[in-house]
């Protein structure tokens, strides 16, 4: 079960990547090859010894810093383009994303009612990178360099410990539901076993039904009975 779920989220990253690789070429600065290289550059030094560990951390912050500025628009464009994806697509196509579609899986509501788009967003933000990637965003655009990097790191821990417990929660829970599953109200579904317990739930119900309309004929001849004998009584009597 929980192997399917990883197969699917794997699949829906790849389209969302594909999409917003193409959405965000427009964005694309030529700067950016140089600050890979200068990354590059650095840990080629650092892994040869030129350079110390304490100079190494101290130029990766600087490059990432400069990197992930230059990188705002994609960043917005894969924020918005997962939010569409996870959101607007699970709510029209009834809980399933192309990767869930094709592993037979659904998000639905834990009292089996349809879910507002509302409980998606909160599933998004918590159970992926979203919300880190709109915080990193925020941060590196309301932030100086040296207060960027202290928060930044500290979001980190923190956006890092909680996908973990998602992951944790949907693999040693009995129900499978991460903690973005618990906080959203939903759960993850096999379809083809939903649409057993519904076959099921049918056959109950046809079967009370037909116990139902059983006993009411059974009632019925009773009266007829108990009229018939009340009437013969009421003969003799005369």
């Not at 918005?80 to 029209?92: G, H």
């Not at 923190?158 to 998602?166: D, E, P, Q, R, T």
């Not at 579904?189 to 039904?209: F, H, L, M, T």
């Amino acid at each position: 079960y929980i192997h399917k779920r990883l197969i699917a989220y794997f699949l829906d990253i790849l389209i969302i990547s594909i999409i917003a690789s193409v959405l965000a070429l427009p964005f694309t600065k030529d700067v950016n090859n140089g600050s890979y290289n200068e990354l590059l550059n650095v840990v080629k030094k650092y892994q040869a010894q030129e350079i110390s560990e304490e100079e190494y951390l101290i130029l990766y912050d600087e490059l990432n810093y400069d990197l992930t500025k230059s990188n705002v628009s994609q960043t917005i464009v894969i924020s918005v383009v997962s939010l569409l994806y996870f959101v607007v697509v699970n709510y029209y196509y009834n809980g399933q994303t192309i990767g869930k579609k094709l592993m037979k899986l659904k998000i639905t509501s834990i009292d089996e009612k349809k879910l507002p788009i509302y409980k998606y967003l909160i599933r998004t933000l918590v159970g992926s990178t979203t919300l880190s990637n709109i915080t990193t965003v925020v941060l590196v655009l309301a932030l100086n360099k040296q207060n960027y990097l202290l928060y930044e790191s500290k979001f980190t821990t923190v956006f890092g410990l909680i996908y973990v417990l998602c992951f944790v929660f949907a693999l040693y829970r009995n129900d499978g539901r991460g903690l973005h599953d618990l906080i959203a109200g939903t759960k993850v579904v096999n379809v083809i076993e939903e649409k057993e317990e519904i076959k099921e739930a049918v056959v109950i119900e046809e079967k009370s039904s037909v116990k139902e309309e059983q006993e009411n004929k059974n009632d019925k001849k009773k009266v007829k009975k108990g009229t018939s004998k009340k009437s013969k009584t009421s003969k003799k009597d005369n």
